[in-house]
């Protein structure tokens, strides 16, 4: 069973640790006991809090994401997590670029997890400045990763 899980975005102040925030309390109320974790494959936010208005949108719907800071995918993530979770296409396309090796952690797209809603990927806030609607899809992803995994 997948114990771990690592959620990867662009610059890991928007989708991942919201990712990250909503998967940890869904799976808390559960009482699933995962590890988990966000990154970025960019360095631009390395350091810094969530994005003020992703954590505002969060923290509307319970959410607590003031303690997170961006950090950079690492190789060892591979090798730490069981699973690698990536917000879009490209995200995940830089993961396999730079996966050591056969082996380590399986990579999925968030979206996998939403098949319902017919979503590709978790469109960036950053840019959209639709929070609501890419945390209404993160929680769906949430759900449907959590059920898979309750299994």
Do not use: K
């Not at 990250?20 to 960019?42: C, I, K, P």
């Not at 995940?92 to 590709?120: H, I, K, V, W």
Request: proline share 5%; charged share 20%; hydrophobic share 40%.
């Amino acid at each position: 069973m997948t114990q771990s899980i690592l959620f990867v975005c662009l610059g890991n102040i928007c989708r991942s640790p919201s990712a990250e925030g909503v998967v940890r309390q869904m799976a808390a109320e559960r009482g699933l006991s995962l590890q988990l974790d966000s990154a970025g494959t960019g360095t631009w936010h390395l350091g810094d809090p969530p994005y003020a208005p992703m954590q505002a949108a969060a923290s509307a719907r319970g959410y607590d994401l003031s303690a997170l800071r961006a950090r950079q995918v690492s190789r060892s993530d591979f090798d730490r997590f069981d699973l690698i979770v990536a917000m879009d296409g490209d995200n995940l396309a830089n993961l396999e670029a730079m996966r050591p090796g056969q082996g380590g952690a399986q990579l999925r797209l968030f979206t996998d997890y939403a098949a319902s809603t017919g979503a590709r990927e978790v469109p960036d806030p950053y840019f959209t400045r639709d929070f609501d609607g890419t945390l209404d899809l993160i929680e769906i992803a949430a759900q449907g990763l959590l059920d898979q995994l309750s299994e």
